[in-house]
């Protein structure tokens, strides 16, 4: 079973990222996806999530507007888009793979929103 973030960075305020999550060795299908963060000192937040068939995604407060979540089933991946970056979105980004009481974590991709 793998989660493999990719497309973080360092980025100036305002600008954009596209986050990517690949999944391997599980049915993904038939799981939900979503994407947490954790910034230095603070608590690992929920950031954005979708319904298992993709049809239904929500935000947290603090991006909505700014990020959207998708996800593709074919090629069983996920993404993070994430616009008009605020310095406070910095923070090492996780996607997961929920499904009852099993959830998969990546191992974590590194955004740093800074001038």
């Known amino acids: 079973v793998q989660l493999v973030e990719s497309g973080g960075g360092l980025v100036q305020p305002g600008g954009s990222l596209t986050l990517s999550c690949a999944a391997s060795?599980?049915?993904?299908?038939?799981?939900?996806s979503n994407w947490y963060r954790q910034a230095p000192g603070k608590e690992r937040e929920w950031v954005a999530g979708t319904s298992v068939p993709g049809v239904s995604s929500n935000t947290a407060n603090s991006v909505k507007g700014r990020f959207t979540v998708s996800r593709d089933n074919v090629k069983s991946t996920i993404t993070l888009q994430m616009n008009n970056l605020k310095p406070e979105d910095t923070a090492v980004y996780y996607c997961?793979?929920?499904?009852?009481?099993?959830?998969?974590w990546g191992q974590g991709t590194q955004v740093t929103v800074s001038s």
């Open positions: 997961t793979a929920d499904r009852g009481s099993t959830r998969y």
């Open positions: 060795g599980f049915a993904f299908s038939n799981y939900g």
